[in-house]
């Protein structure tokens, strides 16, 4: 028996496996706190959980529905894309999905012949080089640097282009390094795209976890609606990932090739489920809004409690719930580091190098945890990488790749 090719070709997210770890470790007797994790540590809202519930005992949502979701989320989604993004989609251009990753699946296979080129943010979160890769195209690495605040280069993005790319992923706010794209930015990709004629996907799903300036979706700018797909979702904003629950803005002309691929893959999202999300973007925000205002207490601890421990540094992240510090004068691989921090410290993060090959020289904390134990794992990291001896280069991604070959 044999795998099919293109299986060699798949990535992984190994926040899943580093947590597998964790775990294992955990059942040794060692107790490990968890900043792997990209989810938000609180409940979902109980009229949320109510309204999922009533669809499910009471109104008989436990059917297939349309593919592309129950119109009044539909509708719902339209109105709230209004409200926070600006965007102007009709009801019929959202797609509503089992979470957000399967839009970029979709955008992959939809628009990725073999042999095109995909632009996508390194570090960045992995599955759009997955994916990539997976439907027999090529990614390009678009480099994010400290230097530039973890932003996109736009010149490099340009000079990236070429004859075969099809596609530019940009996430803003950004997993792993929390950064965000400016206005000009924003404008510039928007001009590239037009320029050279390319879709973007607009990876947007910690838009409301932005916590300085306004978020500009680059689908609110002129002549780009008909080239932006929009990806967001109810995972981070509504502490709902285990609902599984995210949607799509899609160009009326890529419709018809998304709703094939709901019925191809899932039939529908879950039916009470969507219930739940009206409820979501409908009912009250006060909620999301103090999970909001918690991030921003505990990026302070752990940014203030980081830049503290002698040989790290970290930028202030701007959005999403992740640090992204520089460990690169330890002298190790990030792998290395990390595996130090979890089997010496007790404390599971992830390599930087989990979110591409640039991403050496740094670790990404989730701060979705409560600030006593972002406080416990601050101490038990400053006392593990005391005992770890900082001698020789940094390393690097090229070093990294040498590690790994
Ligand atoms: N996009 C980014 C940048 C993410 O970090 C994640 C989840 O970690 C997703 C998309 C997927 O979210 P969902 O849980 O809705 O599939």
Redesign the pocket.
């Known amino acids: 028996m044999k795998l099919a090719s293109r299986m060699e070709r798949i990535g992984t997210e190994t926040a899943f496996e580093a947590a597998a770890r964790a775990r294992a470790l955990e059942a040794t007797g060692r107790h490990v706190i968890h900043l792997e994790i ?1 989810e938000p540590d609180f409940d979902t809202p109980r009229h949320i959980k109510d309204a999922a519930a009533r669809g499910l005992l009471d109104e008989g949502l436990t059917h297939y529905t349309a593919a592309t979701g129950i119109p009044p989320l539909r509708e719902a989604i339209a109105a709230d894309v209004k409200r926070w993004k600006k965007i102007d989609a009709t009801p019929d251009q959202v797609v509503v999905t089992p ?3 399967p839009i970029m699946f979709y955008a992959m296979l939809a628009l990725i012949d073999e042999g095109d080129e995909v632009i996508y943010p390194n570090p960045g ?1 992995p599955i759009y080089e997955s994916m990539a890769r997976y439907v027999g195209g090529t990614p390009v690495a678009a480099p994010l640097r400290e230097a530039n605040d973890f932003r996109m280069d736009v010149a490099e993005v340009e000079s990236l282009v070429t004859d075969r790319t099809r596609l530019i992923v940009i ?1 803003s706010p950004h ?1 792993p390094t929390g950064s965000i794209l400016t206005d000009a930015d924003i404008r510039e990709l928007a001009r590239i795209a037009v320029d050279r004629d390319l879709v973007i996907l607009a ?1 947007e ?2 838009g409301r976890l932005q916590y300085e300036g306004e978020p500009l979706s680059i689908a609110t700018l002129p002549d780009m609606p008909d080239r932006t797909i929009t ?1 967001d ?1 109810f ?1 981070k904003t509504f502490a709902m ?1 285990g609902w599984r629950l ?1 949607y799509g803005i899609i160009p009326e002309w890529l419709l018809p090739s998304f709703s094939r691929l709901v019925i191809n893959s899932v039939s529908c999202t879950n039916a009470f489920a969507q219930a739940g999300a009206i409820a979501a973007l409908t009912g009250p925000q006060d909620e999301p809004q103090r999970f909001r205002e918690e991030f921003i207490a505990r990026r302070q601890l752990i940014v203030d409690g980081l830049n503290a421990i002698d040989g790290v540094s970290c930028v202030m992240p701007h959005g999403a719930f992740y640090a992204f510090p520089n460990v690169s004068s330890f002298s190790r691989t990030s792998a290395e580091v990390a595996d130090h921090l979890l089997y010496d410290g007790g404390v599971c993060g992830l390599a930087g190098t989990a979110f591409g090959a640039h991403g050496e020289g740094y670790l990404r904390f989730s701060y979705a945890n409560s600030r006593e134990n972002i406080a416990t794992a601050l101490e038990r990291i400053g006392a593990s990488l005391a005992r770890l001896e900082r001698t020789g280069e940094p390393a690097t991604a090229a070093s990294a790749a040498s590690v790994q070959a």
Request: proline share 0%.
């Open positions: 990209g979470g957000a990753k979160f996430n997993n990876d799903i910690y990806l979702g995972s990932t995210g």
